[in-house]
């Protein structure tokens, strides 16, 4: 069975990691007679189809976006490797006697089918559940080795044999996908394979630039010169200390040390903090010393004109908030 454009185009686009655009413009002509305008864009081209249904009228525009991607030097598999019409002279119909020569045909494009996406779309559209692999066989020497994935969805479950375990994968969610198409037929049979694939692939770009996007903010927070940000997913739970923890810092604070440095170490170590310290200045001007006790929202930090001096700041808050919790309200 021959793909249809909207197909070979949607799947030409997924290896370029885009997607076509579909949008109906227009309709004409009375309601028995009525004439669809759908426009497609991709790569920066835009074309417009016609037809007599909606449907038709969207394969027209993807059959004339194949074409203006031919012309331009995209690989498009065959038969919709044909230039496109000019329109200064347009093309005469082909007679019997002379059948119009296609174009040269490009390589057929290897299918770009996701099988795995297509049993997501579909578990997620119908609310099947969640399907689940799991790799059940490993065979072979090192160089010639074979993988066993199974898929399993509720009690239903299909497994396929490949030499690598993407493919294995693949086959046995294809399996199962065929297996519940055919047995929910009826059930369904608006399910679009087309827009199943166009929806899958929104989602993995989406994916992939959300990974990027926290990627990329995890490098600045890190940096030494990244701005100051409120944590607004803070909860109060996470900062809350139990009366245990309090008598534990009070009695850390009760015991003599040698150096507040010290002192506040072993405060911090019973109350889960981490300690930082740093000195602000020049070498050759007077520095700051300071304190910082992470993690705590807001940030605390205390500095002093030496590390002793800011040290002794940060034990003066710490004894003065620690005396200060509330008591417990006794049981009647």
């Known amino acids: 069975m021959m793909k249809t454009a909207v197909t070979v185009l949607q799947e030409m686009m997924i290896k370029m990691c885009e997607v076509p655009k579909y949008e109906c413009i227009a309709q004409s002509g009375p309601q028995h007679q009525a004439t669809f305008e759908y426009r497609c864009e991709a790569r920066g081209v835009v074309v417009c189809g016609r037809a007599r249904s909606k449907k038709e009228a969207k394969q027209e525009a993807a059959r004339l976006m194949l074409q203006q991607l031919h012309a331009r030097g995209v690989p498009v598999p065959a038969p919709y490797a044909t230039p496109p019409p000019r329109a200064a002279s347009p093309a005469a119909p082909a007679s019997p006697e002379r059948p119009a020569l296609p174009g040269p045909a490009a390589p057929a494009a290897p299918d770009a089918r996701s099988s795995v996406a297509l049993l997501r779309e579909l578990c997620e559209e119908y609310r099947l559940g969640e399907v689940q692999y799991e790799l059940v066989g490993d065979t072979g020497p090192p160089h010639l080795r074979h993988f066993t994935v199974r898929a399993a969805l509720g009690l239903h479950q299909r497994s396929a044999t490949a030499t690598t375990k993407k493919q294995a994968r693949q086959q046995a969610a294809e399996q199962l996908y065929t297996y519940l198409r055919e047995n929910l037929a009826r059930l369904t049979r608006d399910f679009v394979e087309e827009e199943a694939l166009q929806r899958a692939q929104e989602k993995s770009i ?11 903010y995890a490098e600045l927070a890190g940096a030494d010169d990244a701005p100051w940000r409120p944590d607004l997913g803070q909860r109060v739970a996470h900062y809350h200390l139990g009366e245990d923890t309090c008598a534990r810092g009070l009695q850390a604070l009760a015991e003599p040390q040698e150096t507040p440095e010290r002192a506040l170490r072993r405060v911090c170590d019973e109350l889960g903090l981490r300690l930082e310290t740093l000195a602000l200045g ?16 807001p940030a605390l930090s205390f500095a002093g004109p030496t590390a002793a001096a800011a040290a002794t700041a940060a034990l003066r808050y710490l004894r003065r908030t620690l005396a200060e919790q509330p008591a417990a309200p006794q049981p009647h």
């Open 282 to 297: 020049a070498a050759d001007t007077e520095s700051v010393s300071v304190v910082r006790l992470a993690s705590t929202s």
């Open 206 to 216: 989406l994916r992939a630039r959300t990974d990027e996007a926290l990627e990329r």
